[in-house]
């Protein structure tokens, strides 16, 4: 007994001793672009150490209790849908938050927020950002993607990392809608490498969006694959995903069986590579899943990117592990106005730090980030 108590001991120590002696404060890597150094002078949460839940810090525990712990105390969000046809007959949906700002600000800047792979706005780590970004007197919208969140699928596309279309048509519409707003998008995770690849590849994008935002992106998907399909996570992340995708895919078969998609397939998928291979590449016109995750992978295209981007992401992350992150070597090559902000903890989509596990640190991090970038960028139109 006293042997077990000891061991028990010994691992509470060092276990807090990691989460004292750990620096707090995060990295912040540059590329060589002086209008992002600018933007980044001027975001003093850029140097604020980010101290996270104790009890919960390391990166699996943070992925997974603060999503438990943010789904227990949710609350239902007011959104207001909006349904858009799409121009491939098709149609998305934009659920939408402090409109009411509008009248207040005839120019209240607009934000895009995109969730990750298996999530809609009802993600917890979502609206506490529009809770936030509504306090500060912005529009919200939360691009639902298609098939998602029981989204009409007329046609045999669903949504993947390097699918820019829908983000451009949402883009377009908001531009039309306030014209005299400033736009700006933030991605989580996959929605994050939607993000990096519109801003890379749609010229309308590019010309109305002021910046962006990239949180917890796998940078490398090769490297990600490879993570989340080892070890621990593959039972702790890639069943209960590549779970939901199937459940996804054959809500849509009907669909999907135009291109040569069938139930049995979708039966047959146990991994989200799998799920990339027999169902994104054939829906994309990929060869493989390897020319899949060459083309959206955001490390291979840093310099398409024209607009500030800021990417955060987190040491511990079990889905984007920093061997797959640029390097300084990269960035100092890369042009673009892109930086990295790198946190030792956070896990994915973690980032609470209140001892109920229950909040985002990323919130003011990125709306300040956002207000300097259009700063900047109207006083260089002006």
């Excluded at 028990?8 to 807090?16: H, P, S, W």
Aim: hydrophobic share 40%.
């Amino acid at each position: 007994m006293a042997d077990w108590v000891f061991m028990v001991l010994f691992l509470a120590f060092v276990y807090l001793l990691k989460f004292f002696l750990t620096d707090k404060r995060p990295k912040l890597h540059l590329a060589d672009n002086s209008k992002m150094r600018e933007i980044s002078e001027k975001c003093a949460t850029f140097k604020q150490s980010y101290v996270p839940t104790f009890w919960c810090f390391l990166g699996h525990a943070m992925t997974v209790a603060a999503s438990l712990m943010r789904d227990f105390f949710r609350q239902h969000y007011p959104y207001e849908r909006e349904t858009l046809n799409t121009p491939d007959g098709g149609c998305v949906n934009v659920d939408w938050a402090g409109k009411e700002n509008i009248k207040k600000s005839e120019d209240a800047s607009v934000i895009i927020f995109l969730s990750g792979i298996t999530n809609s706005s009802k993600a917890t780590y979502l609206i506490k950002h529009v809770e936030h970004f509504v306090s500060k007197g912005w529009i919200c919208g939360c691009y639902i993607y298609r098939g998602a969140d029981n989204t009409e699928v007329k046609t045999p596309l669903l949504y993947y990392g390097s699918f820019f279309n829908d983000l451009e048509l949402i883009v377009q519409h908001v531009r039309s809608r306030y014209p005299k707003s400033a736009i700006c998008v933030m991605g989580v995770s996959l929605g994050g490498m939607i993000t990096f690849n519109t801003m890379c590849k749609s010229s309308v994008v590019k010309k109305e969006v002021s910046a962006a935002v990239c949180l917890s992106m796998p940078w490398n998907p090769f490297v990600s694959c490879k993570d989340i399909h080892s070890g621990i996570n593959y039972y702790l992340f890639n069943k209960p995903i590549s779970s939901s995708l199937k459940q996804l895919a054959k809500k849509h078969v009907n669909m999907l069986t135009k291109i040569g998609v069938s139930e049995k397939t979708i039966d047959e998928l146990h991994t989200i590579k799998g799920y990339d291979q027999m169902i994104v590449a054939k829906m994309a016109g990929y060869e493989s899943c390897e020319d899949y995750y060459t083309d959206a992978g955001p490390v291979f295209k840093m310099d398409q990117i024209e607009k500030p981007l800021l990417a955060i992401n987190a040491r511990d992350d079990p889905f984007s592990a920093p061997a797959g992150f640029p390097t300084d070597a990269e960035l100092a090559k890369c042009s673009s106005p892109i930086a990295l902000l790198e946190y030792n903890f956070g896990g994915h989509m973690g980032f609470a730090t209140n001892w109920l596990a229950c909040d985002m640190f990323t919130c003011g991090v990125i709306s300040e980030f956002c207000e300097n970038a259009i700063k900047v960028d109207s006083a260089q139109v002006d």
